[in-house]
């Protein structure tokens, strides 16, 4: 029957891929909420709702592939007087579709395949699915509603397309992981779609922490003109409840206040402490462990640990040499004190003399350098392993993206642990990612923001020993990791050619330590791991 008003609720969902019965068991009680609570006649849930994305090789099992026919016939035969849109992988023959469905009291009313399969970046579509080739339009209400998935519209010729066949509305079901730039870049694309094409679009995306992936949600709604009138919170759950109303013969959405724009460095934090929360959560950890060494890292992956964790799940160890500075004892102890965790000061003196003494006919006549540095940093990683092994607690890696990408770390040292929380975030960043979160409340010492970095592996050392400033080292790598640029493009930026040359062979001869290396959080709009995949062994 036709009506002059349409409720569409967009789920923000946050799940678990592969966690099929727990997808299934919140469509339900979503789809549920929305109808008692609020009235919706349609509720969109993200792209694959069922499996979660990415699933990658998980498509390939035919087990998965029951579990989601299993659930997804239930969702149809339970869920009642609410239109729901849902995402899955729809096994046809031999082929695999990342489809979306239109079902409601009991049918479907439509189902779409995806055309646009981005492989690139963090994406690889095109090594699971086939391409999808007609649009799907639904007569809803009096509506005209048009299914497309993420890429499409992207792309944009899907939505063409679903316009063509009479599409009033759009809906776009998404998986979209968060970076520091991917915010702004998706609001401008769905206005200028939505704007082209002068049909509103509701944007509906994941949030949640997925291995490496963060998704930030965001979802938003565009009138006809373009403009959003109305987004979601990013790095929250819940419903976003949309009316529609149709005046002059044309469905528009009926605008609310909006918040403004988030602190960059906010978003940032808020995306750290959400993929590490749900990772460490996901994944059935106790808590978590890490070494605490009164350093600018350490001390910002605390604050990160604590604010996904809560106080009573975070274990610091303070491990200290005879090269340990006494600020970096204090500081440490003070850090522990103010955020309340359990803190433990564990020497390594003992361990690295014994491994030394072992060493003897290796090192005999050799003058002390980066083996036995090394070796202090292989102690704490032997040390804070075992704490894991014991209580249950996972041990959080505290290194930065500077440090990855130049091999300034210790395989089975520092680089020790399940999870990077600060592994995608530039050493300058990290500064100013402390700087923040003291404005929220003061939980890292002054004295180990403004002190110079030190690994504190031999006296008096600094980075500054071994690595250029930071301001000139990140702004190297940002341009040949995130833009791609050449040496000789770098150069032009106003850089030093040699110091060009020697951080990007840096980069190239430490890959096998990337490789090796836990998974983080993803900020940037290219991080090592699934954005990243260059040869370890290669004559570049």
């Not at 970046?121 to 497309?148: H, M, P, S």
């Amino acid at each position: 029957m036709a009506q002059d008003k349409l409720i569409i609720a967009t789920a923000q969902m946050n799940g678990v891929v592969g966690d099929i019965l727990l997808h299934c068991e919140q469509v339900i009680q979503l789809s549920n909420q929305a109808r008692d609570e609020h009235n919706a006649d349609v509720i969109m849930f993200p792209e694959l709702t069922l499996t979660g994305y990415p699933p990658e090789d998980l498509l390939l099992h035919s087990g998965l592939q029951w579990r989601v026919h299993k659930a997804y016939e239930q969702i149809k035969a339970e869920v009642k007087d609410i239109a729901v849109v849902i995402g899955f992988p729809d096994y046809i023959g031999d082929e695999i579709y990342n489809a979306a469905s239109f079902l409601y009291n009991g049918k479907e009313l439509g189902r779409y395949h995806k055309q646009c399969l981005p492989n690139y970046r963090v994406f690889d579509e095109k090594r699971y699915f086939a391409q999808g080739k007609d649009a799907v339009v639904i007569e809803f209400k009096g509506a005209e509603l048009g299914l497309t998935i993420c890429e499409d519209l992207w792309v944009g010729d899907p939505l063409v397309q679903s316009v063509k066949a009479g599409a009033e509305i759009i809906l776009n079901i998404n998986a979209s992981p968060y970076n520091t730039v991917k915010i702004k870049k998706r609001d401008a694309i769905v206005k200028k779609q939505s704007k082209a094409l002068e049909t509103p679009i509701v944007y509906g995306n994941w949030v949640g922490g997925q291995d490496e992936l963060v998704f930030d949600g965001s979802s938003i709604v565009t009138n006809s003109k373009g403009e959003i009138v109305q987004r979601m919170a990013s790095f929250k759950e819940g419903l976003m409840i949309t009316e529609f109303t149709l005046a002059s013969g044309r469905w528009e959405p009926i605008a609310v206040e909006i918040d403004a724009e988030t602190n960059f460095h906010k978003e940032v934090w808020d995306a750290l402490v959400l993929g590490t929360k749900d990772y460490v959560n996901k994944n059935k950890f106790k808590g978590i462990v890490l070494g605490l060494s009164g350093g600018i890292d350490s001390s910002v992956t605390m604050a990160i640990a604590v604010d996904a964790l809560g106080a009573d799940r975070v274990r610091a160890v303070m491990m200290p040499s005879k090269y340990t500075s006494d600020l970096s004892k204090d500081e440490a102890a003070r850090q522990a004190e103010w955020m309340n965790v359990k803190y433990d000061v564990m020497a390594i003196e003992g361990m690295y003399k014994a491994t030394v003494e072992a060493l003897e006919p290796i090192l005999a006549g050799t003058e002390p350098g980066v083996t036995e540095e090394n070796i202090q940093a292989r102690s704490r990683g032997v040390m804070l392993m075992a704490i894991s092994n014991k209580t249950g607690n996972m041990v959080l890696t505290t290194g930065n993206k500077s440090e990855m990408a130049v091999g300034y770390c210790t395989l089975y040292g520092d680089m020790n642990g399940g999870y990077a929380p600060i592994k995608d975030c530039l050493k300058t960043l990290v500064y100013d990612l402390a700087r923040y979160r003291n404005t929220i409340s003061k939980v890292i010492p002054e004295a180990v923001i403004e002190r110079p970095p030190s690994a504190e592996l031999r006296f008096d050392q600094k980075d500054s020993d071994s690595l250029p400033d930071y301001d000139i080292l990140d702004a190297i790598l940002t341009a040949f990791i995130e833009q791609d640029k050449s040496v000789e493009q770098i150069v032009d930026l106003g850089f030093d050619i040699e110091v060009v040359k020697r951080i990007l062979h840096l980069v190239k001869r430490n890959e096998y330590k990337r490789r090796q290396a836990p998974p983080g959080v993803r900020v940037s709009p290219r991080a090592f791991g699934k954005d990243w995949r260059y040869p370890i062994t290669s004559g570049y």
